[in-house]
Every structure is written in structure tokens, then in C-alpha cells.
């Protein structure tokens, strides 16, 4: 079945740090991809949606510039978190759809900011 | 603002019996709707999908949807100390991009 990889899969990083997040999708293309957030005993919420080739759509309340997003190639989308602090602390995940409408998530990256 | 609601739970079930898990949406215009399964620490994992009104089975698992109602359930039968997790209800934005909305999930706890 389809796969989306994620890397790494934990961070530990000091506050005011920079740390990238990369999302694959191992066996098919995926000209949009999606960065969620997830925090301890929550649903996850939508940051942005990741485009192939342009700029990504962020969500309502979701700091662009701290969050920057790249798709630069159909298999690969990287979330940086920029000038991390504390409440950066979550659970980061990426979907992807494929052709058959089914979407598949990254197994997700849990990063804490000390 | 578009919703999806769920009970938060837990919802505790004996191991052999029937679970029900319910959801509401509030975009009349969602077509598409899912339901996946979280244990502690793990990402999502898709159970099922389903997009007409009426029932679709796989396996232990049957998705219930009712447009008009606004309203899609899972139910689990045989359940099983396994099934123990989150599972989270999923509705397509109906603006496109393929964007879901996530409800909160429910907390299932099969007990033997």
C-alpha cells in the first residue's frame, strides 16, 4: 500500500532553534501534501497544505513565516519550524492523498522545545 | 466554522460486544468521510471511507452515514482488547483541496 515517511521521527532541540521536518511519499506522487498538529489528548489541526512547485496555503492562526513549508518535488515536502520555543512542542504530521482519493499520514514527528 | 463532533468518551465495551462510535458534521456540503484509528503515540491510520448514504462493511467494521441527518457512525463488532484507541472522524471541507476536518475522537477501551 501507499507509504508516507517522515524524518525524524523525534527532536529534541534548544528554544530558538530552527528545526526541518522533512515528508515523503515513498511509492506514489503527491502534488499536495499536509502538515498537521496534534497536542496531547487533541484532534489533529490543520496548519497547511503543502503545493508542489508554489507557495503553500496556510490555515487560519498558523504563522507563515515561523512555519515555513517547501514542496520542491512530487515525493518530498519539508516543515521548518523556525525560532522554535517551548510551545512549539507537539506532534507534527503529513498526509498525502493518492490517485485512489485515500489519504495516508506520516507516522509523525514529535518534537519538544526546550 | 466548520465542525465535526465526537464524544469524547471513553467508551468502554467488553471484548466480544458490539462498539458504536457517532459523529456529526456541520458543512451540508461534505461528501466525503472517514474514520481512523489512533493508538498513544502513533499517527492516524485509515479504517474507512465512505461517501453514500446507507452502510458499507469491511470486515468487523461498518460505516453508517446519513447525509440528511448530518450524522456517520463506525461500529466495531466482535471487538477486541486490540481495538482499544482513538478513532477519529474525519469529514471532507466541502471548498475542495482535498482538506478533512477532524473531530476530536473518541476513546475506545475493550476490556477482556
Known amino acids: 500500500g501507499a507509504v508516507v515517511s517522515q524524518h525524524p521521527s523525534r527532536v529534541i532541540c534548544k528554544s530558538g532553534t530552527s528545526v526541518k521536518i522533512e515528508c515523503r511519499s515513498l511509492?506514489?506522487?503527491?502534488?499536495?501534501m499536509f502538515w498537521y498538529r496534534q497536542f496531547p489528548k487533541k484532534s489533529l489541526m490543520l496548519m497547511a497544505t503543502?503545493?508542489?512547485?508554489?507557495?503553500?496555503?496556510?490555515e487560519q492562526g498558523v504563522e507563515k513565516d515561523k512555519f515555513l513549508i517547501n514542496h520542491a518535488s512530487l515525493t518530498l515536502s519539508t516543515l521548518t519550524v523556525t525560532s522554535a520555543h517551548p510551545e512549539d512542542s507537539s506532534f507534527y504530521i503529513c498526509s498525502a492523498w493518492t490517485n485512489t482519493d485515500t489519504q495516508y499520514f506520516g507516522p509523525g514527528t514529535r518534537l519538544t522545545v526546550l | 466554522q466548520k465542525e465535526v463532533e465526537q464524544n469524547s468518551g471513553p467508551l468502554s465495551v467488553p471484548e466480544g460486544a458490539i462498539a458504536s462510535l457517532n459523529c456529526t458534521y456541520s458543512?451540508?456540503?461534505?461528501?466525503?468521510f472517514f474514520w481512523y484509528r489512533q493508538y498513544s503515540g502513533k499517527s492516524p491510520e485509515l479504517i474507512m471511507s465512505?461517501?453514500?448514504?446507507g452502510d458499507k462493511e469491511d470486515g468487523r467494521f461498518t460505516a453508517q452515514l446519513n447525509k440528511a441527518s448530518q450524522y456517520v457512525s463506525l461500529l466495531i463488532r466482535d471487538s477486541q482488547p486490540s481495538d482499544s484507541a482513538t478513532y477519529l472522524c474525519?469529514?471532507?471541507?466541502?471548498?475542495?483541496?482535498?482538506?478533512?476536518?477532524f473531530g476530536a475522537g473518541t476513546r475506545l477501551a475493550v476490556h477482556p
Open positions: 511509492d506514489f506522487q503527491a502534488t499536495t
Open positions: 474525519a469529514v471532507g471541507f466541502s471548498g475542495g483541496y482535498n482538506k478533512l476536518i
Open positions: 465512505i461517501y453514500s448514504n
Open positions: 503543502s503545493n508542489e512547485g508554489s507557495k503553500a496555503t496556510y
Open positions: 458543512d451540508r456540503g461534505s461528501q466525503s
